[in-house]
C-alpha cells in the first residue's frame, strides 16, 4: 500500500509549508513573541496539519478502498489500515 498520491509534488509542497510554519514557531517562542502571536501561529501551523492529514486519508481512500477493480480484500485491507490510521489521527 505504497501508493499515496498522484498529484505528491502537491503534498510535499504542502509539508514544506507545514515545516515552515513550524518554524516560525520555533522563532517565536526563542524571540519572546508575545502569546497571541505564537497561539496564532501555532493554531495555523495545526490547521494545516489536519488539511495534510485530511489529503492523505482521501487519497488513500480513493486508492485502496474504493477504486475500481479492487478485490474485496484488498478493500478489507484498505479500510483496516484507514480505520488503523484515524483511530491514531484521532487520539
Same mark, same amino acid.
Given at each position: 500500500?505504497?501508493?499515496?498520491?498522484?498529484?505528491n509534488d502537491a503534498l510535499?509542497? %504542502?509539508? %514544506? %509549508?507545514?515545516i515552515g510554519q513550524l518554524q516560525a514557531i520555533e522563532r517565536a517562542l526563542a524571540g519572546g513573541d508575545d502569546c497571541t502571536t505564537t497561539l496564532h501561529l501555532a493554531a495555523a501551523a495545526r490547521g494545516a496539519m489536519g488539511g495534510l492529514i485530511e489529503e492523505l486519508i482521501e487519497s #488513500?481512500? +480513493?486508492? #485502496?478502498?474504493?477504486a475500481p477493480g479492487l478485490s474485496a480484500q484488498e478493500r478489507d485491507e484498505g479500510a483496516q489500515a484507514l480505520i488503523a490510521a484515524i483511530r491514531r489521527?484521532? +487520539?
Open positions: 500500500m505504497g501508493h499515496l498520491s498522484t498529484d510535499i509542497k %504542502r509539508v %514544506r %509549508r507545514l #488513500h481512500l +480513493k486508492a #485502496h478502498v474504493s489521527y484521532a +487520539k
